[in-house]
């Protein structure tokens, strides 16, 4: 009986090759199939990537008024003059006293740490596309010694707050 169950399991084994000739035919034609079916998920995945993006930038897209415009035109002029005025005031060597009162001249409340006087306003501008509102931050760094004595260049940090 089991010489009868394994003489059934080789013939079978052997039965199908026969039919390998069917298979790769079979084989051909569900590969050549998915091979279609593939480019067609190819096109329809590029076509909603497409009109996502394009979506998206009508969602994102805000209307910016002569107001705005303006603001951020304020914004800008603002956060420039104080890089250049932050550059030709705070050199190397200014004492304490004299960025004390550059801060406080440009309306940055300034805090003393160790080896740093820094200040952040928050101001209104007009928001490029993508974000959220015309909220805005300008801020100063400057590095100093114990004495208060700037060590480095300023730096000058102007942001939106609500951006991707």
């Known amino acids: 009986m089991s010489h009868d169950s394994r003489s059934s399991h080789s013939s079978a084994f052997c039965q199908p090759a026969r039919q390998v000739s069917g298979s790769r035919a079979y084989i051909r034609r569900t590969v050549s199939l998915m091979k279609s079916k ?23 897209y ?13 914004y800008s002029a603002r956060a420039e003059k104080l890089k250049r005025d ?24 300034p805090t003393v740490f160790a080896n740093e006087i820094t200040g952040t306003i928050n101001l209104k501008g007009c928001a490029p596309t993508g ?34």
Request: aromatic share 6%; glycine share 10%.
């Open 86 to 109: 932050a550059a030709d005031v705070l050199r190397v060597g200014t004492k304490r006293d004299v960025v004390i009162r550059f801060f406080q001249n440009n309306g940055i409340p």
């Open 131 to 164: 974000c959220g509102s015309d909220d805005a931050l300008l801020g100063l760094r400057v590095e100093v010694d114990k004495e208060g004595t700037v060590t480095s260049k300023p730096a000058i940090g102007a942001l939106y707050t609500d951006c991707f």
């Open 62 to 74: 805000r209307h910016q008024s002569a107001e705005c415009k303006e603001r951020g035109k304020a």
């Open 38 to 60: 593939g480019a067609v998920v190819v096109v329809v995945v590029s076509l909603l990537m497409v009109v996502s993006i394009g979506c998206n930038n009508f969602y994102l």
